[in-house]
């Protein structure tokens, strides 16, 4: 899977919007079904408001960097910021079934909806930035 050019967007709540447009845009244009945009749209929304609250600690003008790149049996979104070094998934506590979600202790939710949302996640410290890499396994428009 080739590496596809970042999208660059500023690390404010007003940008989602913006990355909306620009996720649907690249579903629309790898063939990908409505149901699995959706999924990324919830995994993006969920690493930006994470970077936007606690890697930057609040709306700045700080880079947060977007791509997908379609395969032969998927899509990976890659998602960069330049906030502290932290490996999301470092800390990845499996969700206990035997209770009920208000139960759950707080934090790390979102991250177990990514895990359930896609096939593979990953991440790797490259030069001053977090890279996240998540991939899916969808089936196009049929």
């Given at each position: 899977?080739?590496?596809a050019p970042?999208?660059?967007?500023p690390?404010?709540?007003?940008?989602?919007?913006?990355?909306?447009?620009?996720?649907?845009?690249?579903?629309a244009?790898?063939?990908?079904?409505?149901?699995?945009?959706?999924?990324?749209?919830?995994?993006?929304?969920?690493?930006?408001?994470?970077t936007?609250?606690?890697?930057?600690g609040?709306?700045?003008?700080?880079?947060?960097?977007?791509?997908?790149?379609?395969?032969?049996?998927g899509?990976?979104?890659?998602?960069e910021?330049?906030?502290?070094?932290h490996?999301?998934f470092?800390?990845?506590?499996?969700?206990?079934?035997?209770?009920l979600?208000?139960?759950?202790?707080?934090?790390?939710?979102?991250l177990?909806?990514?895990?359930s949302?896609?096939?593979?996640?990953?991440?790797?410290?490259?030069?001053?930035?977090?890279?996240?890499?998540?991939?899916?396994?969808?089936?196009?428009r049929?």
């Open positions: 899977m080739a590496n970042l999208a660059r967007f690390a404010r709540m007003d940008s989602m919007a913006e990355i909306r447009a620009f996720v649907e845009a690249a579903c244009t790898a063939g990908i079904r409505q149901e699995d945009c959706l999924k990324l749209l919830l995994i993006v929304e969920e690493l930006f408001t994470n936007v609250t606690h890697g930057y609040g709306e700045s003008e700080s880079p947060v960097w977007i791509a997908f790149e379609p395969g032969d049996t899509f990976a979104l890659r998602y910021d330049a906030a502290p070094p490996n999301p470092g800390e990845f506590r499996p969700m206990d079934t035997g209770i979600i208000a139960q759950q202790p707080v934090g790390g939710l979102g177990k909806l990514i895990r949302l896609a096939g593979d996640a990953s991440y790797s410290r490259e030069g001053e930035r977090n890279c996240i890499r998540v991939a899916f396994a969808m089936r196009p049929g």
